[in-house]
């Protein structure tokens, strides 16, 4: 195209017809005709200073590094950072937590006790076991209004009575079994004096238990 409207203006043809005939403006071949050469301009991209597959293998080690520290590692803004992790689809989210003294084995070996059980007893037999804590006045923490307009809400801001529940449920069921209300946190001789005095006795068959 940059050839034909060269060959048009040396033959000729006003810069102003061939800026309406080509579409293009007249600054553009004025531009071109100062040229020596009309091959397009290679525009060389500067080499990145930030090495995405470091940086790739840097999260994937060290999930938890916050940007400044990152960025502060590789040596460039943390905005660069930032806008690489976009790039990577790499987002920040919430971590589950697992307990430090977890152990495989143990578990697999629970699991597999577990499931020569339900064998024996039928799944009828489990009951998973939860605790829970609430307070007098909860607080909600969203409300509808218009769009940037913010909504206030009132908490309490000094720590009251705190109530827990622990209970037993079925799975499939709706249903609780031996619930305790306590106030004091619950440890291994209060659990065990549930355990005895309450939910044992609520089953007349064996069961099996798996606390969550």
Request: overall charge positive.
């Given at each position: ?23 293009i ?5 004025y ?17 990145r ?20 520290d ?9 905005s ?12 920040r989210?919430?971590?589950g ?5 977890r ?7 629970y ?8 064998k ?21 923490f969203?409300?509808?209004?218009k ?11 000094k ?7 622990v209970a ?29 005095l ?9 069961i ?5």
């Amino acid at each position: 195209m940059r050839k034909k409207v060269i060959d048009y203006v040396e033959n000729g043809g006003s810069i102003t017809k061939a800026a309406a005939l080509f579409n293009i403006g007249r600054a553009t071949i004025y531009r071109w005709l100062g040229r020596e050469k009309l091959e397009a301009t290679k525009v060389k991209h500067r080499q990145r200073k930030l090495d995405w597959k470091a940086l790739s293998k840097d999260v994937q080690e060290n999930p938890q590094a916050r940007l400044r520290d990152r960025a502060e590692k590789f040596g460039v803004r943390p905005s660069a950072i930032c806008y690489a992790l976009k790039k990577m689809k790499v987002t920040r989210k919430k971590k589950g937590i697992r307990y430090r003294e977890r152990n495989r084995e143990e578990r697999m070996k629970y699991y597999r006790v577990l499931r020569e059980l339900i064998k024996i007893y039928g799944s009828e037999s489990l009951v998973f076991i939860d605790e829970s804590g609430f307070e007098e006045f909860q607080a909600c923490f969203y409300a509808w209004s218009k769009k940037g307009k913010k909504v206030f809400g009132d908490r309490q801001g000094k720590r009251g009575k705190r109530e827990n529940l622990v209970a037993g449920r079925r799975k499939g069921k709706k249903d609780f079994i031996a619930p305790m209300v306590f106030t004091r946190s619950l440890n291994a001789e209060g659990f065990e004096g549930w355990l005895s005095l309450y939910l044992l006795p609520s089953r007349a068959h064996n069961i099996s238990i798996n606390y969550g």
